[in-house]
């Protein structure tokens, strides 16, 4: 299974961008997906994931501000950012969870100027 993240470049502090994560597969075999950033210095932390039920949950830093969906027709996830902030700049990965497995994309770099 491959995962393939993208949309991911330089902001201005306020802008909006929109990740996407496209599957090998059909997407339908995951129970649930999740996006994960990791900035320079910090823990990787979780940023939203979506489960096969469609009930999502975010981290108390990006509430508000970004939205996770997937789109089952064609086996993309997305990841919609808006007011960024410099604290969001990071690695943002995205994974497929089937279990027993989780499987990662590559990362795809977003940086906030302030």
């Known amino acids: 299974v491959q995962l393939q ?10 802008g909006s961008l929109r990740l996407s994560c496209a599957a090998s597969r059909s997407i339908f075999s995951f129970s649930s997906m999740t996006w994960y950033r ?24 990006v509430k508000g501000r970004f939205t ?4 089952n027709a064609n086996n993309t996830l997305y990841l919609q950012m808006n007011s960024l902030k410099p604290e ?8 497929g969870r089937a279990p027993p497995a989780t499987y990662w994309g590559q990362g795809t770099l977003v940086t906030v100027s302030s």
């Open 88 to 95: 969001d700049t990071a690695v943002y990965y995205c994974t």
């Open 38 to 61: 990791e900035a320079p210095g910090k823990q990787r932390e979780l940023v939203a994931s979506i489960r096969a039920d469609g009930s999502t949950n975010y981290a108390d830093s």
């Open 5 to 14: 993240a993208s949309g991911g470049g330089l902001v201005q502090a306020g």
């Open 68 to 71: 996770i969906s997937r789109d």
